[in-house]
């Protein structure tokens, strides 16, 4: 495990806080050189001053070329950890489901389009996705955040099979509740649904150097999903009548 990362030039972004943080915290750790990504430059710098890595702020968009030659010019992990946590239903404004789109689902096509080229070259080269348990599942109360995060699985999937054989790794991380900043922002929607099994983000981090070192595509920290989502794919209605009791109990708490 070590030896797959050991000196790797890693990029993380959204890793001010939260999930990200516990990633470029992980790597570094394990003897890699992180470029740490994030919107607000002084939790980047003071990420990368901990870990001894090197802040890129910014769009976590449009940030790989400046971060691949702050690592020498070869990215070698690169995890697309920057979300966007929207809430609403059908009726969220446009400009809305936008945003989540670009931020869930573009940023990561982008970054895919600028990292592939040289990967596919060399016959190497390793993509994380976070994506969200929301990606396999759904989540009440955020139609846009479960929608995009879909997306983002799917995107993630696409990649491994695709190019799997030309030696792309993609792992799709799909945890449930987090004690992130970002799980303190969905109200009573998260309180109900998420709280009550949140794991810490280093949990998060450690799952994801399991599925590494296990060379697995779907990266499951909360184990339970895996029966969740066999039984929205074997009885999709018995599951969409439960997630509708779920609905209903989060209605009248309202």
Known sequence: MVEAV????????????????????????????????????????????????????????????????????????????????????????????????????????????????????????????????????????????????????AFAEWLSLTYRHRGLKVHAICPQGVRTDMLAATGSAGDLVLQPTAIEPEDVADALFTGIEEDRFLILPHPEVAGYYQARAIDPDRWLTNMNHIQQKWESSQ
């Not at 050189?33 to 449009?62: C, F, M």
């Not at 994380?128 to 699985?153: D, E, F, N, R």
Request: glycine share 14%; hydrophobic share 50%.
């Open 6 to 153: 050991q000196d790797a030039g890693v990029i993380v972004t959204g890793a001010g806080g939260g999930i990200g943080a516990a990633l470029a915290r992980r790597f570094a750790a394990a003897g890699a050189r992180v470029v740490v990504n994030d919107l607000d430059a002084v939790k980047a710098k003071t990420v990368a001053d901990e870990i001894g890595g090197i802040a890129v702020p910014g769009d976590a968009s449009a940030i790989v070329a400046e971060a691949r030659d702050a690592l020498g010019g070869t990215v070698d992990v690169y995890c697309a950890n920057a979300g966007l946590a929207s809430g609403g239903t059908e009726a969220a404004d446009e400009r809305v489901w936008a945003l989540a789109w670009d931020v869930n689902v573009m940023a990561h096509v982008r970054a895919a389009q600028e990292l592939l080229p040289a990967w596919l070259e060399r016959g190497s080269g390793r993509f994380v996705s976070t994506v969200s348990a929301a990606g396999l599942l759904t989540m009440i109360g955020a139609a846009p955040y479960a929608v995009t995060k879909h997306g983002a699985y």
